[in-house]
Structure formats: structure tokens, C-alpha cells
């Protein structure tokens, strides 16, 4: 489940993520903190290569000493920018499914409204770990290792949706949804993103129900 970002802290999947300002904290941010925030919002706007340390280091105000101290290689920030975002995202999922009270079929429009309603903030420029396994093709990075990682636990959540609906051969449909997702993503970036959700929801629930047994509940 851009920026205003939705704020992790709430469970509403279709909140606003916070790309730009961060997750909600209580007290002063850490320094680690500081430099990740600053590094989230100038990873997604302008791109992960085209961001220096020495830019991330400016923007923060501190020393190279200190952001050396707690990232020893710019492939270190890389990864906790990522695993930041993978948190929310499961934060947003897992909410969703705590609110839907075991309805899949809820959970599913909630997660589809979620992605919909992100696609319509200001400053959307799609996927966070899409873009960024553009930007590294190397399957062995260790940025690639946590796109592969964070889009597997997806995979696996759609999953165990799929089979409470006792969906035959959950892990193919899976694969379709999740790749509806993407195209939600990148359509929200280079399209029209009003209808992303519609759209999204609609065609989600035309392959579930296809696969689903007919006295599943919709």
C-alpha cells in the first residue's frame, strides 16, 4: 500500500503514507531516524542512484562522521528505506485484515482502497520496491534481496486470504492479484489514478470469484 504517505500507526490501509514525514513518533526522532526520513523522501522523489550520501548528509545537517556511524555504505540506508516501507506496508495489510474481522472479501476492498487512495496523493511516483528493483537489476544486492523478500511475504498474505475463501490453487491466483497491484501502481503513476481503486477492486474480485467455489461468500 508516495508524497503524503499513510501515517503506519493508523491500521486504515487507505490513510495517507508517510514517503516524506515519516512514521508517527513519540519524542525527538534519532538520529537514525532522522536519516532515513530524509533519505525516504529523496530516494522517491528524485531516485535512489541519483541520491548522494553527500546530499542525504546536507539535508539532515550532520557530519559525515555521523552518518557513517550509523550507515557505514549508502547500500545500508538503501535497505533500511526499504524495510521502513515494507513495515508500513504490513502494518497497513495486517489492519486492514484485523478491521475486515476475518472477511477476506472486506480485507480485500480495504487493501484495494488502500492502493487507490495512495495512487491519488500528491507526489505519487509509483512502487517504492518496483522502482527500486529498476534502479538494481543484480539479483544478489542486498536491495533486490529485500524487494524479493517484502514482495514474498505479499504473495504469502494474499495467499492465506485466497485460502480462507478456499480458492483452488491460491498461489496462481495470487500471482495474478499481485500483479493487478502492480499495474495499479504504475497506472496511478502514468494514468488516470481516480480510478485505480475501481478498477483494482473490480478486477481482483473477477479472478477471485472465477476461482472461488460458488457458495464462497463475496
Same mark, same amino acid.
Given at each position: 500500500?508516495?508524497?503524503?504517505?499513510?501515517?503506519?500507526?493508523?491500521?486504515?490501509?487507505?490513510?495517507?503514507? =508517510?514517503?516524506?514525514?515519516?512514521?508517527?513518533?513519540? @519524542?525527538?526522532?534519532?538520529?537514525?531516524?532522522? %536519516?532515513?526520513?530524509?533519505?525516504?523522501?529523496?530516494?522517491?522523489?528524485?531516485? %535512489? #542512484?541519483?541520491?548522494?550520501?553527500?546530499?542525504? %548528509?546536507?539535508? *539532515?545537517?550532520?557530519?559525515? *562522521?555521523?552518518?557513517?556511524?550509523?550507515?557505514?555504505?549508502?547500500?545500508?540506508?538503501?535497505?533500511?528505506?526499504?524495510?521502513?516501507?515494507?513495515?508500513?506496508?504490513?502494518?497497513?495489510?495486517?489492519?486492514?485484515? #484485523?478491521?475486515?474481522? @476475518?472477511?477476506?472479501?472486506?480485507?480485500?476492498?480495504?487493501? &484495494?482502497?488502500?492502493?487507490? &487512495?495512495?495512487?491519488?496523493?500528491?507526489?505519487?511516483?509509483?512502487?517504492?520496491?518496483?522502482?527500486?528493483?529498476?534502479?538494481?537489476?543484480?539479483?544478489?544486492?542486498?536491495?533486490?534481496?529485500?524487494?524479493?523478500?517484502?514482495?514474498?511475504?505479499?504473495?504469502?498474505?494474499?495467499?492465506?486470504?485466497?485460502?480462507?475463501?478456499?480458492? &483452488? !490453487?491460491?498461489? @496462481?491466483?495470487? !500471482?495474478?492479484?499481485?500483479?493487478?497491484?502492480?499495474? &495499479?501502481?504504475?497506472?496511478?503513476?502514468?494514468? !488516470?489514478?481516480?480510478?485505480?481503486?475501481?478498477?483494482?477492486?473490480?478486477? @481482483? #474480485?473477477?479472478?477471485?470469484?472465477?476461482?472461488? =467455489?460458488? !457458495?464462497?461468500?463475496?
Amino acid at each position: 500500500m508516495t508524497q503524503q504517505h499513510s501515517d503506519p500507526a493508523r491500521t486504515d490501509p487507505a490513510a495517507t503514507d =508517510p514517503a516524506q514525514t515519516g512514521p508517527a513518533q513519540t @519524542g525527538k526522532p534519532s538520529m537514525r531516524q532522522r %536519516i532515513i526520513e530524509a533519505a525516504t523522501e529523496l530516494f522517491y522523489t528524485q531516485g %535512489i #542512484r541519483a541520491v548522494s550520501a553527500e546530499k542525504i %548528509i546536507a539535508r *539532515v545537517g550532520i557530519t559525515k *562522521v555521523t552518518f557513517y556511524r550509523h550507515f557505514p555504505t549508502k547500500d545500508d540506508l538503501i535497505v533500511a528505506y526499504l524495510e521502513r516501507r515494507a513495515a508500513w506496508e504490513r502494518d497497513a495489510v495486517g489492519g486492514a485484515r #484485523r478491521a475486515a474481522a @476475518g472477511n477476506a472479501c472486506e480485507a480485500f476492498r480495504m487493501i &484495494a482502497e488502500g492502493i487507490g &487512495a495512495e495512487s491519488c496523493g500528491p507526489g505519487f511516483r509509483g512502487c517504492p520496491f518496483i522502482n527500486a528493483a529498476a534502479e538494481y537489476a543484480e539479483a544478489e544486492h542486498p536491495v533486490r534481496q529485500v524487494v524479493d523478500s517484502h514482495r514474498r511475504w505479499f504473495k504469502g498474505t494474499i495467499e492465506e486470504m485466497l485460502q480462507e475463501l478456499h480458492v &483452488a !490453487d491460491a498461489s @496462481g491466483v495470487a !500471482d495474478q492479484l499481485v500483479m493487478l497491484r502492480d499495474g &495499479a501502481m504504475v497506472g496511478g503513476y502514468l494514468g !488516470d489514478p481516480q480510478t485505480i481503486a475501481r478498477s483494482l477492486y473490480n478486477g @481482483g #474480485r473477477a479472478v477471485v470469484e472465477f476461482h472461488a =467455489p460458488q !457458495d464462497a461468500p463475496s
